[in-house]
């Protein structure tokens, strides 16, 4: 494949949840193709003919307080193709976060911030849904596709990102941060 040899970290997407041949095959991005036609990446990035600088994103953008929010929920919202999967609450008080980075057991304690119109990666900034989720690799501990079946995901696969970010909740949170990081989404958990 093309895309994998220069982005070998992003093929992992392949013949996951987020590989719409698999999951919603009859969904169009906004060429009008669908996932066989486009590809797998053609269904979020247009390298060729596409309209938007941002990403080279072949979606639509759905509603939300930053842009990288409003890239997920272009699909995550009742008219996407994953309206069945849509988080209850998925906001977070605005609170600058900064990122000094940290090592911990030889693992990276950084949780990815962009920026709330460009989408650039900054150092400060608010947490978005790609700060804890990445959609191209099911689960973090396993550089690997997927299945080519539809799973029900947990804490622990979910497309997120390293769970060592969660150090990152535990500058502020204390004992409380696995807690709230896991029970992010559900409104009467997510805060003791
Ligand atoms: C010859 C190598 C090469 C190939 C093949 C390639 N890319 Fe890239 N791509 C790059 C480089 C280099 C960058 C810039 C990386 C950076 O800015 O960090 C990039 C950036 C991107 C970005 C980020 C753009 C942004 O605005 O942040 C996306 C999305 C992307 N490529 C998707 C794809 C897809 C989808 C394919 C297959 C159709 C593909 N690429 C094929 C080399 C390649
Ligand atoms: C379901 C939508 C989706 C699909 C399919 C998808 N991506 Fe992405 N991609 C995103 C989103 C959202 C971002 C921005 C968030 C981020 O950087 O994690 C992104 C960011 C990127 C970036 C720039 C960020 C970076 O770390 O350099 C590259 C390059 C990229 N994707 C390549 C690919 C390639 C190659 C494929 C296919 C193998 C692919 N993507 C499939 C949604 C998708
Ligand atoms: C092009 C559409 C599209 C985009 C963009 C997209 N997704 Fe998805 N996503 C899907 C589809 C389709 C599924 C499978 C839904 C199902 O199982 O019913 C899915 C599944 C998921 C799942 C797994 C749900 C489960 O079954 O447990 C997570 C987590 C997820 N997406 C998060 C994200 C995040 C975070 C972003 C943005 C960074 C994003 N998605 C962007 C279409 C998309
Ligand atoms: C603070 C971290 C965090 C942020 C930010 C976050 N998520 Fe999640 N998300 C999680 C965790 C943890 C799970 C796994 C929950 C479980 O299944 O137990 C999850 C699960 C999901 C699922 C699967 C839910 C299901 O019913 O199976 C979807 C879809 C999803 N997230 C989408 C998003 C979208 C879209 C955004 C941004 C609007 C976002 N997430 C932001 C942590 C986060
Ligand atoms: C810079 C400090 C800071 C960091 C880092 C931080 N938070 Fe928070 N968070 C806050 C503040 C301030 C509040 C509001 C007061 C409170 O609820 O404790 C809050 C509230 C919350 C709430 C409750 C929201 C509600 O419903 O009222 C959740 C859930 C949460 N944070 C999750 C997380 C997760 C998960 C992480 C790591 C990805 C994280 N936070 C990182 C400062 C931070």
Not at 54 to 83: P, R, V
Not at 116 to 123: N, S
Not at 165 to 179: E, M, R, T
Request: charged content about 25%; some cysteine; glycine content about 8%.
């Amino acid at each position: 494949m093309l895309c994998e040899n220069c982005h070998p970290d992003k093929a992992y997407i392949e013949k996951t949840d987020h590989d719409l041949i698999i999951t919603a095959p009859s969904s169009k991005n906004i060429i009008d193709q669908t996932p066989a036609e486009s590809g797998t990446c053609g269904v979020c990035h247009l390298v060729h003919n596409g309209r938007n600088q941002i990403k080279l994103w072949a979606q639509s953008f759905g509603e939300g307080d930053s842009l990288m929010d409003t890239l997920c929920n272009a699909c995550h919202s009742e008219k996407g193709s994953a309206k069945n999967k849509i988080p209850l609450i998925s906001t977070h008080p605005v609170s600058k976060i900064v990122n000094l980075e940290r090592i911990y057991k030889g693992r990276s304690s950084r949780i990815p911030l962009f920026h709330k119109t460009t989408g650039e990666p900054v150092r400060a900034g608010e947490i978005s849904c790609p700060s804890c989720h990445n959609v191209h690799q099911w689960n973090p501990e396993s550089k690997s596709k997927g299945e080519g079946v539809n799973r029900e995901g947990n804490a622990t696969t979910s497309f997120l990102r390293s769970r060592s970010s969660i150090l990152k909740c535990k500058d502020c949170h204390g004992v409380d941060a696995l807690f709230r990081f896991k029970f992010f989404h559900d409104p009467g958990k997510r805060k003791k």
